[in-house]
């Protein structure tokens, strides 16, 4: 059986921490995504705006792999990301 994000979730709560999740599926990032628009506090652990709504994908999956958002004095290589946003 093919769990659920929410399943997932539910199972490992630490999905929500950043840099826990690592490299995510489309099903986790759509739950993290949906997690975000509704929990201001979760927005501003994963490096968003209080009042943010929108998140690109990459900025979602840049945070689940390494913790934080990226920045111009990131060490990691953008090209591994999809630009699907
Ligand atoms: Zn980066």
């Not at 840099?19 to 995504?33: P, V």
């Not at 968003?48 to 979602?60: H, L």
């Amino acid at each position: 059986m093919i769990r659920t994000a929410k399943q997932f979730a539910d199972m490992e709560p630490e999905i929500l921490e950043p840099g826990y999740a690592g490299e995510i599926d489309t099903r986790t990032l759509n739950f993290i995504k949906r997690e975000l628009r509704r929990r201001p506090g979760l927005r501003i652990k994963w490096g968003f705006g209080k009042d943010q709504q929108r998140f690109a994908d990459n900025d979602i999956r840049h945070v689940a792999l390494f913790e934080n958002q990226h920045t111009t004095d990131c060490t990691c290589d953008w090209s591994w990301l999809t630009r699907d946003d």
